[in-house]
């Protein structure tokens, strides 16, 4: 079974943080908590961990997941960031959005669609911020659920019981009531809604 560890959500203690970024070092798979619901996630760099995240998920390979940076200027390297998208991330970041952008020569294939681009988010959220600063690599971001599943996952409990035996740690930052990112693409000047979630939309439309 995964260990579990109690991080605090406000204050994420450095030397809790520091055992889940040398799980992701060692190519492990973590469950931990984000401003929109609990996730899973590895280094985006460690092609084995991936794979493992989209078996884990029943994913097919042909939908790549979105991931975490630490910040905007993080995104530059992973994202091509236009004025307008810098512009518009620059007010809504760190918060609940995936921004689609053209991926960078940086990113992994595995985490490209077919048309190139990359789903990046940077969630407001201590813990999963501090363990990506810590790393100083993407951390790859998909929901800790199964679709067929269809009770909310809110605690730590919920996540061990359908995740327990396949990921490596389990972090405890209290309840999180579940609602999906908004979703946005910023692939032309013109910023598109592609789904509604938690985020505040006004700044798009």
């Not at 030397?15 to 970024?21: C, H, T």
């Not at 998909?142 to 490596?168: M, N, W, Y």
Request: glycine share 6%; hydrophobic share 35%.
């Amino acid at each position: 079974m995964a260990k579990i560890v109690a991080i605090n959500p406000d204050n994420p203690q450095p030397r809790l943080i520091a055992q889940a970024v040398e799980i992701l070092q060692h190519g492990g798979v973590i469950c931990y908590p984000t401003d929109t619901m609990y996730g899973i996630g590895c280094d985006i760099f460690n092609q084995k961990a991936v794979k493992r995240v989209y078996q884990i998920k029943r994913r097919p390979k042909d939908k790549p997941f979105s991931f975490m940076c630490a910040s905007l200027t993080n995104i530059s390297h992973y994202g091509h960031v236009g004025n307008t998208a810098y512009r518009l991330m620059r007010k809504n970041l760190p918060g609940p959005y995936t921004f689609v952008l053209s991926g960078t020569k940086v990113v992994p294939k595995i985490m490209l669609t077919k048309q190139k681009t990359v789903g990046i988010r940077v969630p407001d959220h201590p813990v999963c911020l501090a363990i990506v600063e810590a790393l100083s690599n993407p951390v790859l971001n998909t929901s800790a659920t199964i679709e067929e599943d269809e009770q909310p996952v809110c605690t730590c409990h919920d996540v061990e019981r359908l995740f327990g035996k396949q990921v490596d740690l389990i972090i405890d930052s209290g309840e999180i009531i579940p609602r999906p990112s908004t979703v946005i693409s910023l692939l032309t000047e013109q910023p598109e809604v592609l789904r509604v979630g938690k985020g505040d939309i006004s700044s798009f439309v």
